[in-house]
């Protein structure tokens, strides 16, 4: 079945590096990717997102790119801060009339050292 | 506005009993979504409603049971459970299938089974 990878599953940044997180997924008719973010114990919330008709979208110190050939999208975080650290969730997903087929990625655990 | 809520926040069964996770939100929002969360797998869709009325099986939905209640309210049931079946609940909710928006999230069940 269709499926999302995520790479790495952990990473630790000094805070004011950047960090690079990767997911490639299966299903060729995915059209939109939001990736989320959650803190611990809390719930995930959207953090940036991108459709399959852009390349990259920048929102501040936050960065998505798309390569819909190589099914490949990444979020890159710069100069990160404490308070970046949380678990990063990819998804893919195929928008349709009745439902939004959402795929999700295990997670990044993300922390950065003050 | 309160956004998507769940009841109860924590709950412990024994093997056998049933139970109900209760999910509300005021955003007038027409699709609902119902997801568990296991260490190291993401987010897993269980049962979905896109709109009142409707529902449908997700990913994992096996032991698990739906109700749409109006459109406000989805519920999520589970009849006699498993070991299997602890894990953190997640409630979300988004305008309408294919309209490139966010799901919300509710703040989670944290669901034991002994």
């Not at chain 2, 739906?66 to 999520?76: G, I, Q």
């Amino acid at each position: 079945g269709e499926n999302v990878e995520q790479h790495p599953s952990t990473l630790s940044v000094q805070e004011g590096d950047s960090a690079v997180i990767k997911c490639t997924y299966s299903d060729s008719a995915s059209n939109y990717f939001p990736w989320y973010k959650q803190e611990l114990g809390k719930r995930p919330q959207l953090i940036i997102d991108i459709r399959s008709n852009v390349g990259e979208k920048k929102d501040q110190r936050i960065a998505v790119t798309l390569n819909k050939t190589a099914k490949h999208f990444s979020l890159h975080i710069t100069e990160t801060q404490p308070e970046d650290s949380a678990v990063y969730f990819c998804a893919a997903t195929e928008m349709k009339t009745s439902y939004d087929k959402v795929i999700f990625g295990p997670g990044t655990s993300l922390s950065v050292i003050p | 506005n309160a956004g998507v809520t769940q009841t109860p926040k924590f709950q412990v069964l024994k093997t056998g009993q049933s139970m109900t996770l209760q999910c509300a939100q005021d955003m007038n929002h027409n699709s609902m979504y119902w997801y568990r969360q296991d260490p190291g797998m993401g987010l897993r869709l269980i049962y979905y409603s896109a709109s009142e009325g409707t529902t449908d099986k997700g990913e994992v939905p096996n032991g698990y049971n739906v109700s749409r209640l109006n459109k406000r309210e989805f519920s999520l049931r589970l009849e006699s459970a498993a070991p299997s079946q602890t894990s953190v609940y997640f409630c979300a909710s988004t305008t309408s299938p294919g309209t490139y928006y966010e799901q919300y999230f509710g703040p989670g069940t944290r669901l034991t089974v002994t």
